[in-house]
């Protein structure tokens, strides 16, 4: 069998070349991160849950025009996608106050916000991945000012459709993060969508659904996802 190149390995992820240039195999792997790497645990099956997690998300999506890396799924911990220019950012959109929102501006968790806020932050380990504003990003080169604007317009459509996609399994989306790509100079969603990346409570019990039972140890990670995923297969055509 010839082995795959591998080209990256992140926290969550591994990128291998595929036989054909412009696709790329991503493998999600069985390990929990928090506070950018400091602390780490392997958790067996969280790759496989976050794969199917993010190949139905993307898929829905899709069909509701959001263009995306994404090709199809593999296995059950392995899917396809389409190489891109990956832009050094992580989009974060809040809907509800909590984590570094509440932290930094001293608002309380849970507090609904007016209008859904987006902020940036610059994806570079050395630094801690700073939060930076629109001037930053033009200063450094990251993208344009044209393409910061489709960036938000993508990420504000992205946030509409998936209020509704989790309000229909009774989930309200808190907050999430996103990264994008370009491709033949489109702006692409990228990377994954999954408890990993979401802020979701449980719109009844308001119980976190998501990466902070890890981060806060308030809970078993796995029951947690396997619950988000049980939600979306039943609700959506399953992948
Ligand atoms: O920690 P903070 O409140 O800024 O996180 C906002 C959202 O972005 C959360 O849903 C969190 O899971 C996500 N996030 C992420 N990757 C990071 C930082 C935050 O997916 N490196």
């Not at 080209?7 to 990128?15: N, P, T």
């Not at 240039?21 to 645990?41: H, S």
């Not at 190949?55 to 994404?70: A, V």
């Amino acid at each position: 069998m010839v082995q795959e190149q591998l080209i990256y390995e992140g926290k969550a992820k591994k990128l291998f070349k595929t036989s054909k240039d412009e696709e790329l195999r991503v493998e999600y792997l069985d390990q929990a991160t928090a506070l950018n790497g400091l602390k780490k645990d392997a958790v067996s099956g969280k790759g496989a849950l976050n794969n199917q997690i993010t190949s139905l998300i993307f898929q829905e999506l899709e069909k509701q025009g959001i263009p995306s890396h994404f090709i199809k799924i593999l296995s059950k911990h392995e899917q396809l996608v389409c190489e891109v220019e990956m832009i050094p950012l992580e989009i974060v959109v809040r809907n509800t106050a909590a984590g570094s929102f509440s932290k930094r501006l001293g608002i309380a968790e849970g507090e609904q916000l007016p209008f859904p806020i987006i902020e940036f932050y610059y994806k570079e380990d050395r630094l801690d991945d700073p939060f930076i504003n629109e001037d930053h990003i033009r200063y450094l080169g990251i993208a344009t000012p044209e393409e910061v604007a489709q960036i938000k317009m993508l990420a504000r459509q992205i946030n509409t459709a998936l209020c509704q996609l989790f309000e229909k399994i009774k989930i309200h989306l808190v907050d999430f993060k996103i990264e994008v790509g370009k491709s033949d100079g489109k702006i692409l969603l990228a990377d994954e969508i999954s408890p990993d990346t979401c802020r979701l409570w449980d719109l009844t019990t308001k119980e976190h659904l998501d990466k902070d039972v890890y981060r806060r140890e308030i809970g078993d990670l796995i029951p947690v996802y396997q619950e988000v995923l049980n939600r979306l297969e039943k609700e959506y055509s399953s992948c």
